[in-house]
């Protein structure tokens, strides 16, 4: 194709105002219709789409090649834009359709293997393996230009706020996430690897070091876990640190940074500043450090209530310094046992050992548990919960964590199943005070982090660093949006003996320590300023602002649940060759044939 008649319009821009221009469009066929001797075609590009009619009182020579139009062809047509016959209020082009006078087929396609404007009639796997297909619908169109938005608007609010934004490098030395890293083996260095950063903390941290104040970077983090739906193997973040800082600060340069976005892509006022909620609190009343506070359904801590109960279980827990809490379930008394049963199993799922129900009926409370239950505590439960006729009380006793965590699951699962979230509204908090470690590594006995080690704890917990790591609070934070994780940070350790501590502390010994970190414990012996930061998912925020659930849909090229992308076969075997230059032979290794 040497020339062709290049484009004067957009077609989904095309209004009644261009009614009697003669103009040209280059795009895709998006359906064909034949009718009554004319032919209709849809013209798409990424603005939308437009109707062209061929008709053979207009223009008879081009009947014949306007019938060999297919999906997905190449087109380039010309014609007048006229007043639509049959117009269709649906399609903001709906009032005009063009006549051809002209058309140049640009290129011709297969069949498509799915319908481009229809995700929903064709599996996620086809559609990734065609993902340049897939792309070209108007819904993920739509999505990677509000990503484009996103990513605009916050490079110029960092510009703006005096942000220095400066790469950090992509083959680094393992970084301290907490997942597995990815490795990169080195040819010059046969034996050595390099990692994938996890994210670039340490860099961060040392640009700090070398006296960059403010620094900003849209970075890709690489982490080897064990993926989840919403997660992908390689993610990107608005990873920022800034210098001589309080939590405050930091909190407040990412609140004024959502309430941009927000205001931009959203045209919605966020109230700021925005909740800080402690974990303690998240924890009590949601049963997760990322609640979804779109919706009610608090737990209570109902304990007190039991202190001389006749019930064993609730003795054993109580027993060992355990706790029962609850929630009720408006109008949950019409669930039959199988639904509870169903409930139970979803409790156990998360460690707890069982469900105690308790229906609310005119006489007072109805179950199995009822009949173990004195009196005092049955009404102290009906009024805590401000119970009415119909309700379900459920309860949890287990360790103080462990039944928080499994009622904060049910509470979600029976939002899910009653619809009781609203989709409507967005709902961004702060969590604040955080342990310093939340759980000890089986293996080891040694507390791990609840951030990354290099997160600094409440001075005033200094003295229970020895007796009691369990109880020190970091100076950590989170950002959640509607029951997502949406950014983590920390004010960080700035001094070379407090860092050695936490090292030794979480078990790793001095020689271990020098190995992984050493560059940065040198780089503190000479004049580190206090500093601290934060890191926003950016493919997560996209995936909210776009009213998505699916983390691919967010992404151009995205991998599968198993870390595979499907269009192009990654990862792959490599050459025998290769792999001898680099010093490695494999292991034989089963194919699973999954992906
Ligand atoms: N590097 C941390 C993370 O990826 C964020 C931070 O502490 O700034 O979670």
């Not at 439960?381 to 039944?403: C, H, I, N, P, Q």
């Not at 967010?554 to 792959?572: C, E, G, H, Q, Y």
Request: one cysteine or more; proline letters at 5%.
């Amino acid at each position: 194709m040497s020339s062709y008649t290049q484009r004067t319009h957009y077609a989904g821009t095309l209004r009644e105002e261009q009614i009697g221009q003669i103009i040209t469009l280059n795009g895709w066929v998006n359906g064909r219709r034949d009718l009554g001797g004319l032919i209709f075609i849809d013209v798409r590009d990424y603005t939308g789409i437009a109707q062209v009619v061929f008709s053979p009182q207009v223009a008879p020579s081009l009947m014949d090649p306007a019938s060999e139009l297919r999906d997905e062809f190449v087109i380039a047509v010309t014609g007048e834009v006229c007043k639509r016959e049959n117009p269709n209020d649906e399609l903001p082009t709906g009032q005009i359709e063009i006549y051809a006078t002209g058309l140049e087929i640009l290129n011709r396609s297969e069949v498509p293997p799915f319908e481009i404007g229809d995700r929903t009639k064709s599996s996620e796997e086809l559609r990734l393996k065609y993902r340049y297909l897939e792309l070209r619908n108007p819904e993920l169109q739509r999505i990677l230009r509000l990503r484009n938005q996103v990513y605009q608007i916050v490079h110029n609010y960092f510009e703006e706020e005096g942000f220095v934004e400066i790469e950090t490098p992509t083959f680094v030395r393992a970084t301290p996430e907490g997942a597995r890293d990815y490795i990169v083996p080195s040819r010059v260095h046969p034996g050595k690897f390099y990692a994938l950063p996890q994210s670039p903390q340490i860099y961060k941290q040392i640009l700090m070091l070398s006296g960059f104040d403010k620094y900003v970077q849209i970075a890709k983090c690489m982490r080897d876990e064990d993926l989840r739906a919403d997660r992908q193997p390689e993610f990107t973040q608005i990873d920022l640190e800034m210098s001589f800082v309080q939590q405050e600060d930091v909190l407040d340069v990412t609140e004024r940074m959502l309430a941009r976005i927000w205001k931009e892509v959203k045209k919605a006022d966020l109230e700021l500043p925005l909740r800080r909620m402690p974990y303690m609190e998240v924890m009590n009343r949601f049963g997760s450090d990322k609640p979804d506070t779109r919706f009610g359904m608090e737990l209570q801590d109902v304990s007190d209530l039991f202190g001389s109960t006749e019930f064993v279980l609730f003795q054993s827990v109580l027993a060992s310094n355990g706790s029962i809490v609850g929630l009720n379930f408006k109008g949950g008394a019409s669930y039959s046992r199988k639904l509870i049963d169903e409930l139970t199993d979803h409790v156990k799922r998360y460690g707890a050992n069982g469900l105690v129900w308790l229906k609310v009926s005119g006489e007072g409370l109805e179950g199995g548990t009822a009949k173990f239950l004195l009196d005092n505590e049955i009404n102290g439960l009906l009024e805590y919960f401000e119970t009415e006729e119909g309700d379900m009380l459920l309860l949890v006793a287990d360790t103080w964590r462990r039944s928080r965590i499994a009622l904060g699951a049910l509470r979600l699962e029976i939002a899910r199943r009653e619809r009781l979230i609203p989709k409507d509204v967005d709902d961004l908090l702060f969590i604040v005070d955080f342990p310093m470690f939340e759980e000890v590594d089986p293996e080891t006995g040694k507390p791990i982090p609840a951030h990354h080690p290099f997160t600094s704890y409440r001075l005033e917990d200094e003295h229970l660093l020895d007796t009691d790591p369990m109880a020190v609070r970091s100076n950590s934070y989170d950002l959640v949006i509607n029951g997502y994780e949406l950014a983590s940070g920390s004010i960080r350790i700035h001094q070379q003996d407090v860092q050695k501590k936490i090292f030794n502390l979480i078990g790793l010994t001095e020689k271990e320590a020098q190995e992984k970190f050493g560059f940065l414990l040198n780089a503190f012996r000479y004049g580190a300023p206090p500093h601290g930061g934060i890191a926003p998912g950016l493919d997560r925020l996209v995936m909210i602002l776009a009213g998505n659930d699916n983390i691919r849909d967010v992404i151009a090229f995205p991998k599968t649940t198993r870390a595979a992308s499907l269009m192009d076969n990654t990862p792959s075997e490599v050459d025998p060759e290769q792999l001898m230059e680099l010093g490695i032979a494999l292991l034989a290794t089963e194919e699973t044939g999954e992906n």
